[in-house]
C-alpha cells in the first residue's frame, strides 16, 4: 500500500473562473485533512481569491510572464521542484503542467491529473450528455492521490474586506459580459431587461472589467438612478464583497458566476452556447436558476467559442428581455416566499 503524500503541490494557473472553481475542493480537501501541506500554485492575480485559506494551505504566486521559453519552463519547473511536494494535483492539464509533472515523476514524486475527459466532448455535445461538474473532477484528483474527501459548502471562503459601500435592500447585480460572444447575451437585451427591473424598483448593479466594458457600463447608468456601473472602480476583493451583499447575481457562462458562489450569493446564470450540461455550473448552486431554452443547437460547444457555428452575432439561445426580467423577479420571490415560510 502506498504511503499517503504529506505535502501537495496544487497546479492550476488559469483562468480566473476555473481557478475560483478550484477551491471548493482545495479549501474542503485542507480542513478535511489539516496533517497535509498543501501548496496551490497560481498567478499572483488569482491568488487574491484565496481568502480566508485554511492553515494548512499557503500560495504561491506565479508570474508566468517571468518563465518565458524553453529556458523559463525549465527554471518554471526547478523552482516547482525546490517546493519539496511529494505529489502533485494537477488541476490544470495543459502542457506547462505535464512538463512539471513529468520532471517531478522522474524525482519519484507521486501525481494525479484531473480528467478534462475531451475524447467525450464532441459525443457529449451530440448527445447532450451530462458532464461532470469540474468541481467534482477537482476532489477526484485528490481522491486519485489516495484520500478520501467530500466537498462542503462551508468550506468557502468567509474573510473577504468591508465593501466599499453598503448597496441598497433591493441590489440585483448583473455582470453582463463573458470571454466569448457565444456566451454573452445580446447587450440591448440586457440592457433593457436592466431598465424593466430599475422601473419595478430593484437597484441595478453592474459588474465588468476595466476598459471597454466599463465604458459601456457607464452608458447604461445613464438610464436610470437605480442602475449604477461599479466595473473598473473596485478591487477583485471588493467587487466579490459586493456580490456577497447582492440579493441575487445575474451572469453568463463566465468567471462572475464562479466569483459570486465563492461569496455564498444566490446566482442565476443565462445560458447561449453552453448550458449547465457542460460542466460549469457554479458551485451550490441551483439548475432551476439557470436559464437556457435546450434548443437543437445548444450547446455547440463545451466552453464557449469566438463566432457561431451559424454565423449569428450573438447566441440565438438567449432570451428576450422581458422573459430575463420576468426570471430574474420570478426567482427573487420565490426565495424570499422560502426565507419568510421558514422564519
Known amino acids: ?27 474542503s480537501f485542507a480542513l478535511e485533512h489539516p496533517e497535509v501541506k498543501v501548496t496551490v500554485a497560481t498567478r499572483p492575480f488569482f491568488a487574491r481569491l484565496f481568502a480566508g485559506a485554511p492553515d494548512n494551505l499557503n ?6 510572464n517571468d518563465y518565458k521559453g524553453a529556458g523559463g519552463l525549465f527554471r518554471l519547473v526547478r523552482m516547482m521542484a525546490g517546493i519539496g511536494a511529494d505529489a502533485v494535483a494537477d488541476l490544470h492539464d495543459v502542457p506547462r503542467t505535464r512538463a512539471i509533472c513529468a520532471w517531478l515523476r522522474l524525482r519519484g514524486v507521486r501525481i494525479a491529473r484531473v480528467d478534462k475527459r475531451r475524447r467525450e466532448r464532441k459525443r457529449a455535445l451530440r ?40 448597496p441598497s435592500a433591493y441590489a440585483v447585480g448583473i455582470a453582463p459580459f463573458a470571454r466569448y460572444a457565444t456566451k454573452t447575451c445580446p447587450p440591448d437585451s440586457i440592457r433593457e431587461a436592466c431598465r424593466i427591473l430599475a ?3 430593484y437597484d441595478i448593479y ?23 456601473s461599479i466595473a473598473g472602480k473596485y478591487t477583485l476583493e471588493e467587487e466579490i464583497s459586493l456580490m456577497e451583499r447582492m440579493m441575487v447575481m445575474v451572469s453568463m457562462d463566465s468567471a462572475n458566476q464562479h466569483l459570486a458562489s465563492l461569496a455564498g450569493t444566490r446566482v ?8 449547465p450540461a457542460c460542466g ?23 466552453a464557449g467559442t469566438k463566432n457561431c457555428p451559424e454565423g449569428h452575432p450573438f447566441c440565438v439561445a438567449f432570451p428576450d428581455p422581458d422573459t430575463i426580467a420576468s426570471f430574474i423577479i420570478r426567482r427573487i420571490e420565490h426565495y424570499q416566499k422560502q426565507y419568510t415560510t421558514h422564519l
Open 1 to 27: 500500500m502506498k504511503k499517503k503524500p504529506r505535502h501537495i503541490l496544487v497546479l492550476r494557473f488559469s483562468a480566473l473562473g476555473d481557478v475560483a472553481m478550484t477551491i471548493p475542493a482545495i479549501y
Open 127 to 166: 448527445g447532450k450528455i451530462r458532464q461532470q461538474n469540474f468541481v467534482d473532477r477537482y476532489a477526484d484528483t485528490f481522491r486519485r492521490l489516495g484520500f478520501n474527501m467530500t466537498v462542503d459548502e462551508s468550506s468557502l471562503p468567509h474573510a473577504w474586506p468591508a465593501p466599499p459601500f453598503e
Open 268 to 275: 442565476l446564470t443565462l445560458w447561449g452556447a453552453t448550458t
Open 206 to 228: 453592474l459588474f465588468g472589467g476595466r476598459g471597454a466594458e466599463a465604458a459601456t457600463l457607464a452608458e447604461w447608468e445613464r438610464d436610470s438612478e437605480r442602475i449604477r
Open 199 to 201: 422601473s419595478k424598483g
Open 280 to 302: 460549469f455550473m457554479p458551485y451550490g448552486q441551483r439548475e432551476e436558476d439557470s436559464y437556457f431554452k435546450d434548443i437543437s443547437c445548444q450547446p455547440c460547444s463545451v
Open 59 to 64: 500560495v504561491e504566486g506565479v508570474d508566468l
